[in-house]
């Protein structure tokens, strides 16, 4: 497609559910990233992939963070037990190579009730 | 640890005003640096990048950015802002794929 599309663009959860996110990156893109953007604060690194190996998921808050990208492109970001401070725009990114630009897609808001 | 700061949180300015935003890294050795910026409703989007060479980059939209390393700085300047320039500005940092973002500068320009 034209851009990184993410969806949903909006969700809500109690306190306790899990959530899927999911990321489809521009075709052809290797590099697929997630960042978590709380309010007021600028993206923080989550996790990144190139093609379908996770190859730093150090900024993964808690083991309740969980990312895959099974086939090298479309990408999911599950929140298991989700807290009221993963409350939280989550950005997903696609880059073409290693030090391309950034791609970033609209976002999706996560909020936990 | 790799960090990045932006000093200004908030910046009004009238519209044919200059611009400068202030932008610090703490890295040591090479350093790729960013700005990007995300205008209401839409997404991040890159504005221009330093990686080597030139220390003065030129972006998009008549912004530029200067590197000097001695001051770890990365300040953002454009000579006269319009009102589509209303965003948020992000500068980023970092090696490889690990890239660190600041807190970002919500500007509001003034018709």
């Known amino acids: 497609g034209a851009g990184v599309s993410q969806s949903p663009r909006y969700k809500v959860a109690k306190r306790g559910q899990d959530v899927a996110l999911r990321c489809d990156p521009i075709s052809g893109h290797v590099s697929l990233f997630w960042y978590q953007q709380a309010l007021g604060q600028g993206p923080e690194f989550l996790t990144y992939?190139?093609?379908?190996?996770?190859?730093?998921k150090s900024g993964l808050p808690s083991d309740r963070f969980f990312a895959e990208r099974p086939e090298g492109s479309v990408s999911t970001l599950k929140i298991q037990r989700t807290q009221q401070e993963d409350s939280a725009v989550y950005l997903c990114?696609?880059?073409?190579?290693?030090?391309?630009?950034?791609?970033f897609g609209n976002g999706t808001r996560l909020t936990v009730t | 640890a790799q960090s990045v700061s932006q000093h200004n949180h908030h910046v009004i300015l009238s519209e044919a005003a200059s611009l400068e935003l202030g932008c610090n890294y703490s890295y040591g050795g090479t350093v790729n640096l960013f700005w990007y910026v995300q205008y209401p409703g839409q997404h991040l989007q890159l504005l221009l990048k330093y990686f080597s060479g030139d220390p003065l980059v030129k972006g998009i939209k008549g912004f530029e950015a200067e590197f000097i390393k001695s001051k770890f700085s990365f300040n953002l300047r454009k000579p006269s802002v319009q009102w589509s320039d209303t965003a948020e500005y992000f500068c980023?940092?970092?090696?490889?794929?690990?890239?660190?973002f600041g807190t970002g500068t919500k500007l509001q320009v003034i018709p």
């Open positions: 992939f190139q093609n379908e190996a996770q190859l730093d």
């Open positions: 980023a940092g970092g090696y490889y794929q690990k890239v660190t």
């Open positions: 990114a696609s880059s073409l190579a290693d030090n391309s630009p950034l791609h």
